[in-house]
Structures are given as C-alpha cells and as structure tokens.
C-alpha cells in the first residue's frame, strides 16, 4: 500500500513551533495525512507527551490507522540533520559526523533537510559529502529559495540517495503542505523507514507568502519571549 507521510513537523516543543502536537494531528487527518514525522528542534520532549496520552506506540505499530514516527531536527555542528525513527537527548553542537553514527547505531534514519539553504542551518556540501547519509530532503515547502531545493535534488541524483519531500511545518495549518509518498505492507515506524530506502514519490508545493509572514512573525515573537525572559531572570538575580 501507498501512504502519505510528512517526515518533517514540529510542534510547540520546539523553540519556534507554535502548534499542540494533537492540531498537527487532527489537521494531518483532515488532508487525508497517514501519518507524519514529529521532528521538534533540539528535543525528543513531544514524542514524550504523545506516548503519554497514547498517540503514540512504544511498538512503532499506528495508532487508529494513523502513524506519528518519534524524530528530532539535531542542531549539529555543521548544520541541521534529521534523525528519523528513534528518541534522541538534546545533541546541539555535536559534530555531524557523531550525529550520523549515534542514529545508525540506534536504528534511525539521517537525513539532511534544506541542506543548501544556509540561511536555515542547511549542511554545507564539504561537510555533506563525508557524511554517509539515508537521504535527502529535495523539496522544503518552506525554503528559503527554491534554487535550494533543486541544488539538493540535483545532489541526491548525484548519490543516488533516496529523497523526501516535506513541509517543514512550524504550525499545524502548514502539514502536509509538501509530504511523501513511500509503499510498504509493513505500515509501521520501521517499514515506513525502510520504504524510504526503497524509493519514493514526491509531492511538492510551497508554502504560502501569507503562511511564510505567519513563520517569520512566530520566529521574531518566539525569541523576543524567549530574550525578555532571559533578561528578566538576570534582573532577579
């Protein structure tokens, strides 16, 4: 069978998510979503809170039809990398290159996402090129040039590494907006992850300029907060 999956989703656990991981849920089920990645900035703590309240399966099995994969966008030394599949601590700052070896070891998937988009934290190519990698995102529906997006195709032709396109939702209005099409009789976290070693289909569409300006304003709302607080703290002490 075909499902749809967007591998690339973050919720309010991460520093610029805005979204509860049940809206990215619900609206996931309302496109017609089989599932999705939640892969928050930095923390596995919303992978936490859906096992907690029984949205997601220890086992890796779906729950009521409908597969949540346990992910994590690692701010690694060289840039952002996707660990998909498995529970990570907060890796920030560790070399790519560890990143790659610890997610392999615990049965994970690394993927480079916007790799090319460097005002977003993407792999540069010198380091992309010693990392051996399960994938690429070719198409991020919320790049910050398209030209990205077809620089990282043109690379994972060049490796002939499999591709995943995603939405990189910060909200939940944005799931699915771009997402992945892999097949499988194994509907489960470890046969959707080896489907995508077997090759994929694609479905791209960008973000809105209205959805990008929605980005944007939470990006410079969130760290002001954070800033203010921070300050705020300092002050007390």
């Known amino acids: 069978m075909q499902y749809r999956i967007d591998f690339h989703c973050h919720s309010r656990f991460s520093a610029d998510g805005v979204s509860e991981p049940e809206a990215l849920v619900r609206v996931a089920k309302e496109k017609g979503l089989n599932g999705f990645a939640l892969t928050d900035h930095n923390t596995s703590a919303g992978i936490d809170y859906l096992e907690q309240i029984g949205l997601i399966r220890k086992d890796g099995l779906p729950v009521d039809n409908f597969l949540i994969?346990?992910?994590?966008?690692?701010?690694?030394?060289?840039?952002?990398?996707?660990?998909?599949?498995?529970?990570?601590?907060?890796?920030?700052?560790?070399?790519?290159?560890?990143?790659?070896?610890?997610?392999?070891?615990?049965?994970?998937?690394?993927?480079?996402?916007?790799?090319?988009?460097?005002?977003?934290?993407?792999?540069?190519?010198?380091?992309?090129?010693?990392?051996?990698?399960?994938?690429?995102?070719?198409?991020?529906?919320?790049?910050?040039?398209?030209?990205?997006?077809?620089?990282?195709?043109?690379?994972?032709?060049?490796?002939?590494?499999?591709?995943?396109?995603a939405s990189d939702a910060h909200d939940a209005e944005v799931i699915g907006t771009a997402l992945t099409i892999v097949e499988t009789d194994d509907f489960s976290v470890q046969g959707i992850l080896r489907a995508i070693r077997h090759g994929t289909l694609l479905e791209k569409r960008y973000i809105s300029t209205k959805e990008a300006l929605k980005k944007t304003w939470n990006n410079v709302f969130r760290f002001r907060s954070r800033h203010l607080m921070t300050k705020s703290i300092g002050n007390d002490m």
């Open 69 to 165: 994969l346990p992910g994590q966008e690692i701010t690694t030394k060289e840039g952002h990398l996707l660990a998909l599949g498995i529970k990570l601590p907060d890796l920030k700052g560790i070399p790519a290159i560890d990143a790659v070896s610890l997610i392999h070891s615990m049965g994970g998937l690394a993927i480079a996402p916007h790799p090319f988009d460097y005002f977003r934290a993407g792999i540069r190519k010198r380091f992309l090129d010693k990392l051996p990698l399960d994938g690429i995102e070719v198409f991020n529906a919320a790049v910050t040039f398209k030209r990205c997006n077809q620089k990282a195709m043109a690379y994972a032709k060049e490796r002939r590494l499999p591709m995943i396109s």
